[in-house]
């Protein structure tokens, strides 16, 4: 595998990711020891969850039963896809956990920053992610699912929804949107608003008061939480708890390198059959294993860039079982073509429930 | 008097004034020949409105009595004085003839571009500019007097309006908005996209559906309209009909040159008593007349640059009361003192309806 150098902004990812470098250079920190209940989920307990910042407070509030609130947002472009999983699965524990979920479908984002239609948006989001967040398990109850072209069918809300757009832009300058966005244009910009309106509000009066706001992501996506963050911070208008956030590993895409949401190849959508996860499984997956079944079985596979393994990290929740996975591949005694089945069965299993 | 290079932009207005070099160069016309009830009206009878974009279908709903809007935007700062009548005027007028008003009070553009705090905002729209419309005459029927930052109390409409301050972003550079603004930052960037938004919602579905909408203005806010009219042509999420405007001419400041809202001493207020009234007039009012009363009734005053006969130009209906005044002071019949006596009392009564 070629090494590349690292790149990592919310534009764009390049290169081979060296986690502990990212975390590093974005100033975050590592996750502190853990209540039991969050070692019960794989994420936390595989280390794919791996760094926050001010994640304590949340941590409090679950600890005390004190109100708290999970939000992410969803750019409504493309397919529902495994790689959406991680996010989702996360804002569903949490709700378990007691959290209010703020699910925030960025439509004006997909306008303002890719030229997609409201209806398409709209189109996309029933279709694709709303359906894949209640596939994965996702409860109508203590959630706030909304459109940010339609905040809310309460007036009240709405107008202090939009009021916060409004008022951030004081609080910040052209270069710190250009940290996020890399070129930025004028509908970028309203677009970096209204995210830091999404993470923000759920904390004025008209939605949840003061309580503390998780935004977990991808490390790419930090430099809209330090947007948000700095403007909250000048703000006077409220008096907003710091936003927390944890930051979560990529899925590598199925034949290796990023998954991307303009490569179907890359990626194993919700709407794929059993027949389609199979085909492209079989077809694309990265594999880890040797030329002929004979070198594999005196050798052994290299789990490490096998994509199915790595897959699999994020959908077998039995460590032992993984541990066994891990270990007989890489003494050979498990083939490619039997560990690809293993994970096209969890793959389905995955998004049917 | 000096004569200056004349610079107009929306965020200045330097030297003398030349109307007709004005029109020529932001591309507006001459008003056609209007119905009788515009000559019924001073400012259009005197010229003082004296071009227009797109007005022939604002005429033509007049006439066939088709709904039409009239819509203006109030920055709540300083004091309502008498240079904002020439607007308010024109609201109510059109508001007589069966206009809608839309009457916008810019507390988002007082807290992005002055740093007023909204609540400073209230105050002072209430205290003074809604104050000063209704002295005028304005009526609550018939009238959307709304605050940017909480555009209704109905959630569809401050939905829309807000949906569509947001996907206008989309359909301007930043070199637009800095014709705008002259020096940009994302708090006026934001407060132009508003403003866009105030001049065009009337026109969707959640507030009056497809109805033309005039919004008179100063020959200096030109730029706003050609911005918002110019994303009005690009949007596809809505068929707008092209803005309508009207241009109007402005009133000098008591001591010549322009009236500024930061100099309390070059215009009269709302909240000026009668007393303050006459002190002002009599003590700031630049003269056209001669130094001695001798001087003056043998060589007459100059009404072309006296102030009170500039300001009566915009509170004396009578046309052939205004000739007199205008005849006896230029053959020295009418001194100063009087014509100020005239003027002060047109004040003190225009305030007080």
């Known amino acids: 595998m070629q090494v590349n150098k690292m790149e990592v902004t919310p ?24 209540p039991p209940e969050f070692k019960d989920n794989l994420m936390f307990r595989r280390n794919i969850i791996y760094a926050h910042r001010d994640f304590g407070r949340i941590l409090d509030a679950i600890k005390n039963k004190i109100p ?42 997909a306008y303002n920053a890719r030229g997609q239609s409201l209806e398409d948006s709209r189109k996309i989001a029933e279709n694709e992610y709303i359906k894949g967040f209640k596939a994965l398990g996702l409860k109508n109850e203590n959630c706030d699912l909304y459109f ?34 890399g070129e930025i244009t004028p509908g970028k910009m309203v677009s970096a608003l209204i995210q830091a309106s999404d993470m923000l509000h759920p904390m004025l009066p008209e939605f949840e008061g003061s309580v503390p706001v998780l935004v977990p992501v991808g490390v790419d996506q930090d430099p809209h939480l330090r947007l948000a963050r700095d403007m909250a911070k000048r703000i006077k208008t409220h008096k907003f708890i710091q936003l927390s956030s944890t930051y979560n590993k990529f899925m590598p895409g199925l034949r290796g390198g990023k998954m991307s949401g303009s490569d179907p190849n890359s990626f194993i959508a919700l709407s794929d059959s059993p027949a389609d996860v ?20 005196k050798l052994g596979g290299d789990p490490d860039v096998d994509v199915s393994y790595q897959w699999l990290k994020f959908l077998e929740v039995d460590d032992a079982k993984l541990n066994k996975v891990h270990d007989d591949y890489k003494n050979g005694k498990l083939l490619s073509g039997e560990l690809k089945k293993i994970i096209i069965e969890k793959i389905v299993t995955a998004f049917k429930k």
């Open 11 to 34: 534009w764009d990812v390049k290169g081979d990711l060296n986690y502990d470098k990212l975390m590093k250079e974005f100033g975050i920190q590592k996750l502190p020891l853990l």
């Open 68 to 109: 708290f609130v999970v939000m992410t947002g969803l750019v409504p472009t493309g397919k529902f896809h495994i790689g959406h999983m991680a996010i989702a699965k996360q804002m569903i524990f949490y709700q378990k956990l007691g959290a209010k979920v703020y699910l925030c479908i960025a439509d004006i984002e």
């Open 148 to 181: 940010q072209s339609e905040r809310s069918k309460d007036a009240k809300k709405a107008n202090a929804y939009y009021r916060l757009q409004n008022l951030l832009a004081k609080h910040a300058t052209f270069n710190e949107f250009r940290a996020v966005y």
């Open 278 to 297: 199979k085909k492209k499984v079989n077809k694309y997956a990265f594999s880890g294993g040797r030329a002929t079944v004979d070198e594999h079985r």
